[in-house]
């Protein structure tokens, strides 16, 4: 059988989508950073400011989704490899038009954990939602992105314009 089509890793050579073979690859700590942002209105921004969300603590709510989304990412994403995680961070900011959301993930493994980090940031912006629903049916989840990454063979990277 030949290699991947375009070098691209995830294939076989007949084109078929496959777990990619790590276990050669050295055991490295390794980082990644995403974050995202839920537009909201006027309302669900002041009732999150205020604390008044009818299904409580919404930040907090959507911090735990966060974490255990980044832990079940496997579970999720069909190719992704199932890693140790060894720290995961989330924080959510309170805009004048939204929350900010961002996250970062570590693991010391064979492989990146930057699906982790999106997993993370994606999972907290629905729980979010599904917090604020009854004060804002039209909140969107927008702009959700790696901004960061280091570790492994490829070393540091970070989006530009992103801290």
Known sequence: ????PDGLTHLRGDGTAHMVDVSAKDVTVRTASAAGRVLLSPAAVAALREG???KGDALGTARIAGIQAAKRTPDLVPLCHPIAIHAVEVDLIVADDGVDITATVRTADRTGVEMEALTCVSVAA???IDMVKAVDKLATITEVRVTAKSGGRSGEWTREGEV
């Open 1 to 4: 059988m030949s290699g991947p």
């Open 52 to 54: 008044t969300v009818p």
């Open 126 to 128: 629905l729980a979010l």
